[in-house]
């Protein structure tokens, strides 16, 4: 059900949109024309274009957080010697703004983000920042750019605006310890679905040789340097025709982790599903915490414990397991047709539907889109 348009903007909403007017607007000179942006919203594909402006936000070690402000989006002006080009000092996030039914732009869940967000920030010794600075520079920069939210023209249309916040270590200085200055930002990209067959399931190949992450590394932050460290093996993967990686554990190679980035589950035909218990070697899904609270209400069992490459092999092969998905902000839920290692193809003999994915995948979208109630308050509106 949509919420009725005349029931905003009420006190709530108010108080917080006056957040965003601690936000410096400095609007951009040469903004997309009108007939530029809606030719690009009309096949935005993904991360390649972006909104007219950037919400930003400085930290120093003297002031704290200071300078909130909305700029023209372009070009950073970085020292040669700013941290994160030498020592990956980075985190960031991924979060996306929904155009629903009434023209209204709501958010999904971004307290989640923001805390991941500081999480992310300890265990890079970046400083931390607060919900409110978090969602406030989302709001302030939706303010300015919310035409760049595309319309979706029917249910199947999963198209919305990408918000990309991200942290990065600027100071000027050679020596390794964290930096005494640190800038926040967050650009915005209209996108469409993230694989281009939509719902068609994809192949995965599984990495033997890289690690995504180690017991007492970075696996749980959100940060650019896994990312770096998992390219060698998406490139093994792409000449393997998957388009995902799926990385084991670390210390016995036995245990299933996730993808690069993006959780997995595991559809079984007695009505469980499993994904893997969360370790400081996997990233907490905002998408993965969904569907477990989905799929309970959907009548399945979650299952949030270890689960080895051999179990995925024997479940696949006697039937056990219906169904493996995928689950990220930017993909929602993919299933899994197969996983393909050195030497074999690991295929599931029961299934091939994908239903549970499907139910599962609807339901969180028409969540996000406005198309259901939100009964669990987690839909943030950003304008
Ligand atoms: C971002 C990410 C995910 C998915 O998280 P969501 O909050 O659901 O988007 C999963 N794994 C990794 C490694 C990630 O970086």
Same mark, same amino acid.
Request: charged fraction near 25%; charge should be positive.
């Given at each position: 059900m949509l919420v009725p348009s005349d029931a905003f903007p009420d006190d709530a909403f108010l108080a917080d949109a006056f957040l965003a007017d601690a936000f410096q607007l400095v609007p951009s000179n040469q903004p997309t024309a009108d007939h530029v942006r809606d030719s690009i919203l009309q096949a935005p594909g993904f991360g390649t274009h972006f909104s007219d402006h950037m919400a930003y936000i400085r930290w120093t070690l /003297? /002031? =704290?957080?200071? !300078?909130h402000g909305v700029r023209p989006y372009g070009p950073l002006t970085l020292d040669p010697a700013a941290a994160v080009l030498h020592y990956g000092q980075e985190i960031f996030e991924g979060i996306k703004a929904y155009r629903h039914a009434d023209g209204s732009v709501w958010t999904f869940r971004p307290e989640k983000n923001a805390e991941r967000f500081r999480k992310s920030a300890r265990r890079l010794a970046l400083p931390e920042l607060s919900d409110d600075d978090f969602i406030g520079a989302l709001k302030a920069l939706l303010a300015q750019d919310h035409a760049w939210v595309p319309t979706p023209v029917d249910e199947s249309d999963e198209c919305s605006l990408y918000l990309r916040p991200f942290m990065i !270590?600027?100071? !000027?200085?050679? =020596?390794? /310890?964290?930096?005494h200055e640190v800038d926040f930002y967050v650009i915005a990209s209209p996108a469409a679905a993230y694989f281009k067959g939509g719902v068609e399931p994809v192949s995965i190949w599984l990495s033997r040789h890289y690690q995504r992450a180690a017991p007492g590394g970075t696996g749980f932050a959100k940060c650019g340097g896994n990312y770096a460290a998992s390219l060698a093996a998406q490139k093994q993967a792409e000449e393997q025709g998957c388009s995902q990686v799926a990385f084991l554990d670390a210390a016995e190679h036995r245990w299933i982790e996730e993808l690069g980035g993006m959780n997995l589950f595991f559809v079984f035909s007695d009505g469980r599903l499993v994904t893997p218990r969360l370790t400081d070697t996997i990233l907490e899904g905002v998408t993965r915490d969904s569907v477990l609270t989905l799929a309970r209400e959907d009548g399945l069992t979650p299952q949030e414990r270890p689960i080895s490459l051999d179990e995925w092999r024997e479940g696949a092969a006697s039937g056990d397991i219906t169904e493996v998905f995928a689950c990220g902000t930017a993909a929602v839920i993919t299933p899994v047709s197969e996983l393909v290692t050195e030497d074999e193809r690991i295929r599931l003999s029961a299934g091939g539907d994908n239903a549970v994915a499907k139910r599962l995948r609807k339901k969180l979208l028409d969540l996000q889109y406005g198309r259901c109630e939100d009964t669990r308050g987690w839909l943030t509106r950003l304008v």
């Open positions: /003297r /002031r =704290g957080w200071h !300078a !270590a600027s100071e !000027a200085f050679l =020596g390794v /310890r964290p930096s």
